[in-house]
């Protein structure tokens, strides 16, 4: 009878924290790679919410950007789990969508950090900076800056890529809608006739793009006295194109408020960025992954937005007056990377 005892205690003993474990509720990060300074801290701001409130964390990611294969066995890994919901940074915004109605049909919460499915609607909620809000401050930033060299000013396009993709649309337009130029198509890149834009090049978000998208755009204009960057490593490329040829004095402005980004703005490099929190996109979404687990409700999108937004900030060491904005110092300690 003792041994059958012991025998029954010690299957309780080894059975007691596989139960547990199987209680224990799971989200879901598939972010677009596991290398960019962006996504590390995304991940790590899920970690550590998760470990706060005792949930299992799952994450995975392409093996490059623009992998949707791998995101899509990510999510049928999830839904195979029981996973309760699925926090994604789509590398395809289209070519994911399919997957997700899988997902979203098993019951599962499905939200957009950072970019937004195309249609948005095919994920529950879309966490994300205001990008286009990002764009309006360095716009108005540089507009102020220049005062009224600002009629004449030769402004350099530095975007993303061909695609149009929602985020580079809309940090590209919102630059132009605060520097004071009219818009045309508000979701298309370069369709507008305003002389003062020298051109649009495409940098791949990468410094060696900037720099040679900036290469090709002093050819077309060697008096170009503003630049606007899709984001900061495309920032730096664009700097060392123009330190190349003497310019120096080029107003750059861009978006992300990395740390080597921030930092460029400390020395001068860049004159302004427009900073966003992935940390806090990733610590939203597993709030709200959890809160649909246990009420049902999904998040609701911030007022006037078809979005939850999840901030922005002005960082630059030239303050303009009516435009908030803070010091370099003080982005140091909120940066990212």
Not at 125 to 144: M, P, S, Y
Not at 225 to 247: Q, R
Not at 286 to 293: F, L, Q, R
Not at 309 to 327: A, F, M, R, Y
């Amino acid at each position: 009878m003792k041994k059958q005892l012991s025998a029954l205690a010690l299957a309780m003993a080894i059975a007691s924290p596989l139960s547990f474990a199987a209680e224990q509720p799971i989200v879901g990060l598939i972010t677009k790679t596991n290398t960019n300074p962006f996504f590390v801290k995304m991940r790590q701001g899920a970690e550590e919410k998760a470990k706060a409130e005792g949930i299992k964390l799952m994450s995975f990611s392409g093996k490059f950007d623009g992998d949707n294969d791998s995101q899509v066995q990510a999510i049928e890994n999830l839904i195979a789990a029981g996973a309760k919901g699925i926090l994604l940074t789509p590398s395809d915004p289209v070519a994911i969508v399919p997957a997700v109605e899988r997902a979203r049909e098993a019951g599962l919460l499905v939200i957009a950090l950072d970019t937004p499915l195309s249609p948005a609607t095919a994920a529950d909620a879309t966490f994300a900076t205001d990008n286009f809000k990002a764009g309006v401050l360095i716009g108005e930033w540089a507009k102020a800056q220049l005062g009224d060299k600002a009629a004449s000013a030769k402004i350099a396009m530095l975007d993303l890529n061909s695609s149009m993709i929602t985020v580079d649309v809309a940090r590209d337009q919102g630059f132009l809608q605060g520097f004071g130029i009219d818009l045309n198509d508000p979701k298309k890149l370069g369709d507008e006739t305003d002389p003062r834009i020298v051109g649009n090049e495409v940098t791949q978000g990468a410094e060696e793009g900037g720099r040679t998208a900036m290469e090709n755009l002093m050819q077309k204009d060697p008096g170009i006295n503003v630049v606007y960057t899709i984001n900061e490593p495309a920032a730096a490329g664009a700097y060392e194109a123009l330190k190349a040829v003497g310019k120096t004095d080029v107003l750059i402005v861009s978006v992300d408020g990395g740390c080597p980004g921030v930092s460029n703005v400390k020395d001068g490099v860049i004159g302004a960025t427009s900073m966003q929190f992935p940390l806090l996109m990733a610590t939203m979404g597993v709030d709200a992954i959890m809160e649909y687990a246990k009420t049902g409700a999904k998040p609701q999108a911030s007022e006037g937005l078809d979005f939850v937004n999840t901030g922005v900030e002005l960082i630059t060491d030239q303050p303009t007056e009516g435009i908030p904005s803070k010091t370099s110092a003080e982005g140091l300690e909120l940066c990212w990377g």
